[in-house]
């Protein structure tokens, strides 16, 4: 079955989906994104991907043509018309085709919303039972990484290098200190069990899941650091993981060849996804 998508108030099939060369997502990433899971055809924490949205455009002088309900009405419908039960319903709006290449913002400029559905097992991921290789990368993305736009070169070659020496992905350093994961958060928990992550910043996504887990992980009791780590620390921790909207939590069991604990998904990571994907599916919408 042809999916469809939607595209700028319209339900299309995604062939007769058409934008045009002059878009400005097209010609300079104009555009931000946002991606919200979907299990047993609901949606999952949608409101904080929404709200990150509005932020995001904000940042961005990018205006919002239609408000966070009609949005989350479109999803639900576009679930619906793919009879999508697992997977995710991708979101991008740029600021729209200006008649030409300038880099100037165009004045009156209607922007360009497209949503589309991807089908994809998300609970039963042989990365969370076995666990992924990562390698460490320079980080060469720009200096506003909370803001969530569709500019993803970099990250993209840095998921390909680790691809090419057989790792699965890579963890971006910057000034000596991890940042995060090419597309997620980056996690490690201390031999003394404590969880440590990278605090809120310019550096790095302000993730909606990293939101949730770490909200868990306190009511589940366990000790939570919100500090700059760096990657030989990583090497020495009892466990590693990351997360994000699609994973929910994936273990890291070795980095740049050095086996992390021992070698297998750790416990808290083992635990943080379990208590996830429970609230996850009680809170749907």
């Excluded at 058409?18 to 010609?27: A, P, Q």
């Excluded at 104009?30 to 609901?42: F, I, P, Q, R, S």
């Excluded at 009405?73 to 697992?86: A, D, F, G, S, T």
């Excluded at 490690?188 to 302000?206: E, F, K, M």
Aim: net charge negative.
């Amino acid at each position: 079955m042809e999916r469809i998508v939607y595209l700028n108030g319209e339900y299309v099939k995604e062939t007769d989906a058409k934008i045009s060369i002059f878009d400005r997502g097209f010609l300079f990433a104009d555009a931000v994104y946002e991606v919200t899971a979907v299990l047993n055809g609901k949606l999952v924490d949608n409101a904080g991907h929404l709200a990150r949205l509005e932020r995001s455009c904000q940042e961005l002088e990018l205006p919002l043509p239609v408000s966070a309900e009609q949005l989350t009405q479109i999803q639900k419908q576009l679930v619906k018309l793919n009879q999508l039960e697992e997977g995710g319903v991708y979101l991008q709006l740029s600021r729209g085709n200006a008649g030409d290449r300038d880099f100037a913002y165009p004045v009156d400029t209607k922007p360009t919303l497209v949503l589309f559905t991807q089908a994809r097992a998300l609970l039963d991921s042989p990365k969370a039972a076995k666990g992924m290789k990562v390698i460490s990368l320079p980080d060469i993305r720009w200096k506003r990484r909370d803001i969530k736009t569709v500019g993803l070169l970099a990250p993209c070659m840095a998921k390909q290098a680790a691809l090419n020496v057989g790792a699965d992905d890579a963890w971006l350093v910057e000034e000596g200190y991890v940042t995060e994961g090419s597309s997620n958060n980056a996690y490690i928990v201390t031999n003394d069990g404590t969880l440590v992550t990278r605090p809120l910043s310019d550096a790095i996504l302000h993730g909606i899941t990293r939101k949730s887990l770490l909200q868990l992980a306190e009511q589940a009791g366990i000790i939570i650091e919100e500090r700059n780590f760096t990657i030989e620390e990583a090497y020495k921790a009892s466990e590693a993981f990351v997360s994000s909207a699609t994973t929910f939590v994936w273990p890291v069991v070795e980095i740049d060849g050095h086996k992390i604990g021992s070698g297998e998904p750790g416990e808290i990571a083992g635990i943080l996804r379990k208590i996830y994907i429970n609230n996850a599916i009680s809170s749907a919408e």
